[in-house]
């Protein structure tokens, strides 16, 4: 009887251990996607800052294209008449 109590024993401590390392893998899993998940979303809110502000900077800085006052030539007019038959 000793013997048998003590295999049932072992069998549910090894049960509730395999339960426990099924949680903690999930949960360890849960954690990652989390931490992934967030960094994520850091870095593409960081990259869009990076990039509005880069083009706001850029756009101050560019030098201005000065043009000459250079007169364009008067667009021509075409006209089509129908054939007379």
């Given at each position: 009887i000793?013997?048998?109590?003590?295999s049932?024993?072992?069998l549910?401590i090894?049960?509730?251990?395999?339960?426990?390392?099924?949680?903690?893998?999930?949960?360890?899993?849960?954690?990652?996607?989390r931490?992934s998940?967030?960094?994520?979303?850091?870095?593409q809110d960081?990259?869009v800052?990076l990039?509005?502000?880069?083009s706001?900077?850029r756009?101050?800085?560019?030098?201005?294209?000065q043009?000459?006052?250079?007169?364009l030539?008067?667009?021509?007019v075409?006209?089509?008449?129908?054939?007379?038959?």
């Amino acid at each position: 009887i000793a013997i048998l109590v003590c295999s049932n024993l072992a069998l549910q401590i090894y049960k509730l251990a395999t339960n426990l390392t099924r949680q903690e893998c999930k949960l360890e899993t849960s954690l990652r996607k989390r931490v992934s998940h967030h960094a994520s979303n850091l870095s593409q809110d960081s990259g869009v800052k990076l990039i509005a502000n880069y083009s706001k900077n850029r756009v101050q800085s560019q030098p201005r294209i000065q043009t000459r006052d250079i007169s364009l030539p008067k667009p021509v007019v075409l006209t089509i008449q129908p054939a007379r038959l």
